[in-house]
């Protein structure tokens, strides 16, 4: 289908759509700061800084995990065990912002405020 792109048939979709479903849950932010980090240091330094990233690219993988796990842990001791249920900004908001996000989207539904399709 495209003759010239040849790096499309590098990409595995059944590894990237399994990979993702390993993910926890999250918004689409999140998956698109992971995406772009993975792009940058697979793509770009790779390409340029080969050498570097065959000795530092596993490191980076590992320190990058264990970051996260470790403020996991410190987060569970420095507030909830304090009986504080976490840090209050924009992020943690379970609704999406979203005037329209909790009406019907069956057809023939009129809610009150709601677009009718």
């Given at each position: 289908m495209f003759p010239k792109a040849k790096w499309i048939t590098l990409i595995n979709m059944p590894i990237v759509f399994g990979a993702t479903a390993n993910m926890p849950p999250a918004r689409a932010v999140n998956y698109?700061?992971?995406?772009?980090?993975?792009?940058?240091?697979?793509?770009?330094?790779?390409?340029?800084?080969?050498?570097?990233?065959?000795?530092?690219?596993?490191?980076?993988?590992?320190?990058?995990?264990?970051?996260?796990?470790?403020?996991?842990?410190?987060?569970y001791f420095a507030l909830k065990n304090k009986d504080i249920l976490g840090v209050s900004w924009w992020g943690l908001d379970v609704e999406d912002h979203c005037p329209f996000a909790h009406c019907p989207t069956s057809p023939g539904i009129v809610v009150e405020g709601c677009l009718v399709f």
């Open positions: 698109q700061c992971s995406g772009a980090v993975g792009i940058f240091f697979n793509f770009v330094v790779y390409r340029r800084y080969r050498g570097w990233w065959a000795k530092h690219n596993y490191v980076l993988s590992a320190g990058l995990d264990a970051g996260v796990a470790f403020m996991a842990i410190l987060s």
